[in-house]
Protein backbone atom coordinates (compact mmCIF):
# COMPACT_ATOMS: atom_id res chain seq x y z
CA UNK A 1 0.00 0.00 0.00
CA UNK A 2 2.71 2.44 1.30
CA UNK A 3 4.53 1.80 -2.54
CA UNK A 4 1.20 2.36 -4.47
CA UNK A 5 0.74 5.66 -1.97
CA UNK A 6 4.26 6.74 -3.01
CA UNK A 7 3.48 5.69 -7.06
CA UNK A 8 0.41 7.52 -7.30
CA UNK A 9 1.75 10.97 -5.46
CA UNK A 10 4.78 10.58 -8.12
CA UNK A 11 2.70 10.17 -11.31
CA UNK A 12 0.03 12.94 -10.26
CA UNK A 13 3.57 15.27 -9.34
CA UNK A 14 5.33 14.22 -12.51
CA UNK A 15 1.90 14.89 -14.47
CA UNK A 16 1.67 18.18 -13.05
CA UNK A 17 5.32 19.09 -13.99
CA UNK A 18 4.68 18.14 -17.59
CA UNK A 19 1.70 20.18 -18.08
CA UNK A 20 3.26 23.48 -16.56
CA UNK A 21 6.13 22.58 -18.97
CA UNK A 22 4.31 22.52 -21.52
CA UNK A 23 2.22 25.65 -20.28
CA UNK A 24 5.10 27.54 -20.26
CA UNK A 25 6.66 25.91 -23.91
CA UNK A 26 3.69 27.50 -25.42
CA UNK A 27 3.41 30.42 -23.88
CA UNK A 28 7.27 31.06 -25.26
CA UNK A 29 6.14 29.59 -28.75
CA UNK A 30 2.96 32.89 -28.48
CA UNK A 31 6.08 35.29 -27.66
CA UNK A 32 8.36 34.22 -30.38
CA UNK A 33 5.67 34.48 -32.87
CA UNK A 34 4.48 37.22 -31.66
CA UNK A 35 7.93 38.96 -31.67
CA UNK A 36 8.50 37.59 -35.60
CA UNK A 37 5.20 39.38 -36.61
CA UNK A 38 5.85 42.84 -35.56
CA UNK A 39 9.67 42.65 -36.85
CA UNK A 40 8.46 41.36 -39.51
CA UNK A 41 5.00 44.00 -40.21
CA UNK A 42 5.24 45.54 -43.58
CA UNK A 43 5.90 48.87 -44.16
CA UNK A 44 3.41 51.15 -45.29
CA UNK A 45 4.65 51.86 -49.07
CA UNK A 46 2.12 54.14 -49.58
CA UNK A 47 3.36 56.53 -46.76
CA UNK A 48 6.71 56.60 -47.23
CA UNK A 49 6.10 57.90 -51.05
CA UNK A 50 4.18 60.49 -49.49
CA UNK A 51 7.39 61.46 -46.80
CA UNK A 52 9.60 61.40 -50.07
CA UNK A 53 6.99 63.82 -51.51
CA UNK A 54 6.54 66.14 -48.84
CA UNK A 55 9.92 66.77 -47.80
CA UNK A 56 11.13 67.74 -51.60
CA UNK A 57 8.37 70.51 -51.72
CA UNK A 58 9.21 74.00 -51.00
CA UNK A 59 5.68 74.69 -49.82
CA UNK A 60 5.39 78.58 -49.44
CA UNK A 61 8.66 79.57 -50.15
CA UNK A 62 10.65 80.06 -53.47
CA UNK A 63 13.44 78.39 -54.34
CA UNK A 64 16.32 78.61 -56.43
CA UNK A 65 19.67 77.67 -57.59
CA UNK A 66 22.55 77.19 -59.73
CA UNK A 67 23.10 73.94 -61.17
CA UNK A 68 26.39 72.92 -62.99
CA UNK A 69 25.93 70.24 -64.91
CA UNK A 70 28.53 68.08 -66.46
CA UNK A 71 27.64 65.14 -69.11
CA UNK A 72 30.24 62.81 -70.04
CA UNK A 73 29.88 61.00 -73.62
CA UNK A 74 32.52 58.60 -74.51
CA UNK A 75 31.69 59.66 -78.77
CA UNK A 76 31.13 63.31 -77.82
CA UNK A 77 33.76 64.13 -74.75
CA UNK A 78 32.29 66.08 -72.03
CA UNK A 79 30.27 68.75 -72.11
CA UNK A 80 29.69 71.42 -69.38
CA UNK A 81 26.00 73.63 -68.65
CA UNK A 82 25.63 76.11 -66.36
CA UNK A 83 21.74 76.99 -65.55
CA UNK A 84 19.69 78.78 -63.27
CA UNK A 85 16.82 77.11 -61.49
CA UNK A 86 13.85 78.98 -59.97
CA UNK A 87 11.07 77.06 -58.51
CA UNK A 88 7.38 77.93 -56.88
CA UNK A 89 5.74 74.40 -55.92
CA UNK A 90 2.60 76.22 -54.32
CA UNK A 91 1.41 76.77 -58.45
CA UNK A 92 3.67 74.24 -60.15
CA UNK A 93 5.78 76.51 -61.69
CA UNK A 94 9.85 76.39 -62.83
CA UNK A 95 12.25 77.92 -64.69
CA UNK A 96 15.82 76.68 -66.05
CA UNK A 97 17.64 79.30 -68.01
CA UNK A 98 21.05 78.03 -69.87
CA UNK A 99 24.09 80.95 -68.97
CA UNK A 100 26.92 78.34 -69.97
CA UNK A 101 28.30 77.84 -72.74
CA UNK A 102 27.63 80.59 -74.85
CA UNK A 103 26.84 79.23 -77.92
CA UNK A 104 23.45 78.05 -75.73
CA UNK A 105 23.23 80.64 -73.84
CA UNK A 106 19.58 82.10 -73.14
CA UNK A 107 17.59 78.90 -73.76
CA UNK A 108 15.12 78.66 -71.34
CA UNK A 109 12.40 75.99 -69.93
CA UNK A 110 9.52 77.60 -68.39
CA UNK A 111 6.87 75.43 -66.75
CA UNK A 112 3.34 76.84 -65.95
CA UNK A 113 1.12 74.58 -64.16
CA UNK A 114 0.83 71.93 -66.74
CA UNK A 115 2.36 73.73 -70.01
CA UNK A 116 6.47 73.48 -70.46
CA UNK A 117 7.38 75.51 -72.86
CA UNK A 118 11.22 75.67 -74.75
CA UNK A 119 12.68 78.80 -75.80
CA UNK A 120 15.22 79.40 -78.79
CA UNK A 121 16.56 82.61 -78.18
CA UNK A 122 17.99 82.60 -82.03
CA UNK A 123 14.49 82.18 -82.87
CA UNK A 124 12.53 83.93 -80.30
CA UNK A 125 10.21 81.66 -80.57
CA UNK A 126 8.71 79.18 -77.57
CA UNK A 127 7.29 75.50 -78.37
CA UNK A 128 5.70 72.95 -76.52
CA UNK A 129 7.82 70.76 -74.92
CA UNK A 130 7.57 67.76 -72.43
CA UNK A 131 8.95 66.71 -68.67
CA UNK A 132 9.78 62.78 -70.37
CA UNK A 133 12.39 64.83 -72.44
CA UNK A 134 15.82 65.22 -72.23
CA UNK A 135 17.17 67.86 -70.97
CA UNK A 136 19.69 69.65 -72.92
CA UNK A 137 20.50 66.32 -74.35
CA UNK A 138 22.33 65.35 -70.87
CA UNK A 139 21.11 62.10 -69.07
CA UNK A 140 19.01 64.13 -67.02
CA UNK A 141 15.06 64.45 -67.66
CA UNK A 142 13.12 68.28 -67.57
CA UNK A 143 11.08 66.45 -64.96
CA UNK A 144 14.48 65.81 -62.81
CA UNK A 145 13.69 69.56 -61.82
CA UNK A 146 10.42 69.30 -60.13
CA UNK A 147 8.98 68.37 -57.04
CA UNK A 148 8.76 64.44 -56.44
CA UNK A 149 5.05 63.30 -57.36
CA UNK A 150 5.76 59.35 -56.69
CA UNK A 151 2.36 59.26 -54.67
CA UNK A 152 0.63 60.82 -57.33
CA UNK A 153 2.59 59.13 -60.47
CA UNK A 154 3.16 55.25 -58.88
CA UNK A 155 1.72 52.00 -57.09
CA UNK A 156 4.27 50.29 -55.21
CA UNK A 157 3.99 46.62 -56.55
CA UNK A 158 6.67 45.02 -53.79
CA UNK A 159 9.32 45.51 -51.63
CA UNK A 160 12.47 44.07 -49.81
CA UNK A 161 14.83 45.05 -47.08
CA UNK A 162 18.62 45.44 -47.96
CA UNK A 163 21.17 48.03 -47.51
CA UNK A 164 23.57 50.40 -49.50
CA UNK A 165 26.66 50.93 -48.44
CA UNK A 166 26.18 51.92 -44.55
CA UNK A 167 22.37 52.47 -45.08
CA UNK A 168 19.74 50.51 -44.18
CA UNK A 169 17.01 51.03 -47.13
CA UNK A 170 13.78 49.79 -48.54
CA UNK A 171 13.97 48.61 -51.89
CA UNK A 172 10.63 49.88 -53.61
CA UNK A 173 9.22 48.50 -56.87
CA UNK A 174 6.95 50.68 -58.92
CA UNK A 175 4.65 51.26 -61.25
CA UNK A 176 3.64 53.83 -63.16
CA UNK A 177 -0.03 54.97 -61.87
CA UNK A 178 -0.78 56.57 -65.75
CA UNK A 179 0.76 57.17 -69.22
CA UNK A 180 2.32 61.11 -68.56
CA UNK A 181 5.02 59.79 -66.50
CA UNK A 182 8.91 59.15 -68.73
CA UNK A 183 9.46 55.63 -66.41
CA UNK A 184 7.01 52.65 -66.76
CA UNK A 185 8.63 50.92 -63.54
CA UNK A 186 10.99 52.14 -61.12
CA UNK A 187 12.93 50.57 -58.38
CA UNK A 188 14.01 52.57 -55.66
CA UNK A 189 16.57 52.64 -52.80
CA UNK A 190 14.99 54.78 -49.48
CA UNK A 191 16.65 54.86 -46.42
CA UNK A 192 14.68 53.49 -43.76
CA UNK A 193 15.68 56.08 -40.96
CA UNK A 194 14.84 59.56 -43.36
CA UNK A 195 12.76 58.33 -46.10
CA UNK A 196 15.73 59.55 -48.35
CA UNK A 197 15.72 58.41 -52.30
CA UNK A 198 19.38 57.42 -52.47
CA UNK A 199 19.46 54.88 -56.08
CA UNK A 200 16.55 54.86 -58.52
CA UNK A 201 16.36 52.33 -61.36
CA UNK A 202 14.69 53.24 -64.68
CA UNK A 203 12.88 50.54 -66.51
CA UNK A 204 11.21 50.44 -69.96
CA UNK A 205 7.38 48.66 -70.51
CA UNK A 206 9.23 45.64 -71.72
CA UNK A 207 11.46 46.38 -68.32
CA UNK A 208 14.86 46.70 -69.51
CA UNK A 209 17.32 48.76 -67.34
CA UNK A 210 17.44 52.41 -69.27
CA UNK A 211 18.68 54.42 -66.37
CA UNK A 212 20.36 54.39 -62.80
CA UNK A 213 19.86 57.71 -60.85
CA UNK A 214 22.36 58.03 -57.84
CA UNK A 215 21.65 60.99 -54.86
CA UNK A 216 25.04 60.71 -53.07
CA UNK A 217 24.26 63.75 -50.83
CA UNK A 218 21.15 65.94 -49.59
CA UNK A 219 21.03 69.16 -48.08
CA UNK A 220 17.88 70.60 -45.66
CA UNK A 221 16.60 73.60 -46.68
CA UNK A 222 13.80 75.28 -44.55
CA UNK A 223 11.98 72.25 -43.82
CA UNK A 224 12.77 70.64 -47.43
CA UNK A 225 15.43 67.88 -47.95
CA UNK A 226 16.59 67.51 -51.57
CA UNK A 227 19.59 66.17 -53.84
CA UNK A 228 22.58 68.23 -53.70
CA UNK A 229 24.43 66.12 -56.27
CA UNK A 230 22.79 63.96 -58.86
CA UNK A 231 24.13 61.42 -60.92
CA UNK A 232 22.39 59.81 -63.93
CA UNK A 233 24.00 56.76 -65.52
CA UNK A 234 22.76 55.79 -69.13
CA UNK A 235 22.41 51.73 -69.23
CA UNK A 236 22.15 52.00 -72.75
CA UNK A 237 25.28 53.57 -73.52
CA UNK A 238 28.30 52.34 -71.79
CA UNK A 239 30.40 55.23 -70.11
CA UNK A 240 27.85 58.19 -70.86
CA UNK A 241 26.65 60.17 -67.41
CA UNK A 242 25.24 63.53 -66.31
CA UNK A 243 26.41 65.04 -62.95
CA UNK A 244 24.68 67.53 -61.62
CA UNK A 245 25.59 69.57 -58.55
CA UNK A 246 23.69 72.74 -56.65
CA UNK A 247 24.76 75.61 -55.56
CA UNK A 248 23.71 79.28 -54.17
CA UNK A 249 20.84 77.51 -52.80
CA UNK A 250 18.41 80.20 -51.70
CA UNK A 251 14.42 80.50 -50.45
CA UNK A 252 14.14 84.62 -51.24
CA UNK A 253 10.52 85.41 -52.65
CA UNK A 254 11.52 85.68 -56.56
CA UNK A 255 8.72 88.06 -58.20
CA UNK A 256 5.95 86.88 -59.95
CA UNK A 257 7.42 88.20 -63.00
CA UNK A 258 10.41 85.63 -62.92
CA UNK A 259 7.41 83.05 -64.01
CA UNK A 260 6.72 84.57 -67.34
CA UNK A 261 7.55 84.27 -70.93
CA UNK A 262 8.40 87.87 -70.71
CA UNK A 263 10.74 87.48 -68.43
CA UNK A 264 12.89 84.70 -70.22
CA UNK A 265 12.77 86.71 -73.62
CA UNK A 266 14.48 89.24 -71.11
CA UNK A 267 16.87 87.41 -69.36
CA UNK A 268 19.55 87.23 -70.94
CA UNK A 269 19.41 90.25 -73.38
Do not use: C
Not at 179 to 202: C, F, G, H, Q, T
Not at 236 to 255: D, F, H, K, M, W
Request: hydrophobic content about 45%; proline content about 3%; cysteine-free.
Amino acid sequence: MRIRAWDSVSTGALRAAWLLGKAWVLAAAVLIVAASGASAAQPDLVAILRAIDEQSNFGDFDFSAVLTIITQDPEKGTEKFVVREFRRDRENKFLLLIQEPKARMGEGYLMDEENLWFYDPESRKFSHTSLKESFAGSDARNEDFTQSSLAKDYRPTGYESGSLGNFEVYIIDLEAAHNEVADPYLRIWVSKDENLILKMESYSLTKRLMRTALFPNYVKIGSAIIPRVMVFVDELVQGRRTQITLSEISLNALPDSVFTKAFVERANR
